[in-house]
């Protein structure tokens, strides 16, 4: 229960009907996405007006070539925050959905050109910025899976379980075909759709028990436990029909997708997780030079 002592100078005096949990308005962002040097940082949202963009000026300046030097500002209105787009050349996007002007709740994803900040808003800011923080050593932040570092430590633990009961483990590893080539016919931001794309459509199917996760660029592992051979061959088919089958469309163009895939099984003898990811990445080599759009194993 809080003191009135607490309560801000500022509160609004409202209908007792409408009372709600005295809370502060501060708000902040976080940079959640591209990795390097200020991947976390905080930004306080202290003023009633933020603006965002590559211009120096900015409130907060987003030192890359697809924002635009005035892409999008953040105001308060009726005590919520609302982002605003300035007629970007890349367009603003909250949650993934292409915006002119929208209200921004607790969790929200703004994403300006390739930069993906999360917004922040409640009564214990700094907890949830810790939380995400914690967030971000284990997932990915464009695609929303799991990273590198969290697969490798999920693979360790499985595989000792596997030597230890005598189970089966298998890993699938796969990458888009040609991906190069989306990035220079359609742009970077095509790029990251289909990432973010692939990864939805893959996750829909994966089973609570298996790992999935972005290995890097646009590699992507499947970690199986309890399966063998011949139901990681299967999947692996089923996943590669599944992604040549849906459609990509970006800003009104198709953008057609297919992978490859590598699948490795553990056997009774013991082997080292840099040589189980060694066999898994060799059967991906042979998919890619047998023509990609396929599987080997």
Known sequence: MHNHDDVDANTRVTDAHTIKPVETTQDALVLIYPPGPNMGRKYELHSKTA??????????????DSVSRRHARLTMKNNRRMLTDLQSTNGSYVNNKPINTCFLENGDQLKIGDTIFKYLVGSDVEFAYHEEIYRMTIMDGLTEIHNKRYFIEALEREMSRAQRYGRELSILMFDIDYFKRVNDSYGHLAGDYVLQSLARLISTRSRREEIFARYGGEEFVVLLPE???QGAMELADQLRKRVASYTFIFEGEEIPITVSIGVATMGSEPIT???FLRRVDEQLYRAKADGRNCVRG
Request: no cysteine; net charge negative; charged share 30%.
């Open 51 to 64: 603006n965002l963009g590559r211009d120096p000026s900015s409130d907060i300046m987003v030192d890359s």
């Open 227 to 229: 399966t063998a051979k």
């Open 273 to 275: 997780p840099i040589d």
